[in-house]
């Protein structure tokens, strides 16, 4: 957590991190975003709004849609990751996420090699 004089501080920062990337990818922020740090993970908990593009691919064709959400949340796992890297000089593992269309929730989980 260095440079960042508290946990919130620091949780702060994430949030904008994840609207900034989230919204580089999909034109719009998330609706709430939730962090929590514990130990050597840190885990988000998201609602988005579904694009009106990505709803009408999941009505018309949903493998094309799950292909879309995939290649979506890779790149906003390797953007995350750069971010975290680079700017937070964090040791990160390794990243999974996942996300449910219909609940237009994804949650996060960021592994790290050691304790924040």
Known sequence: MAGFSSIGEFKQALTRDYNRINSSIFASGVVTLKIDVT??????????????????????????????????????????????????GLDVVAIFKDYDAVAQLSSTMVLLQKGV
């Open 39 to 88: 130990e050597d993970r840190i885990s988000m908990l998201a609602v988005h709004k579904r694009q009106p593009a990505l709803q009408t691919l999941s009505r018309e064709n949903a493998h094309i849609a799950d292909l879309a959400d995939l290649y979506l949340i890779k790149a906003f796992k390797k953007e995350m990751k750069q971010v975290l890297v680079e700017e937070y």
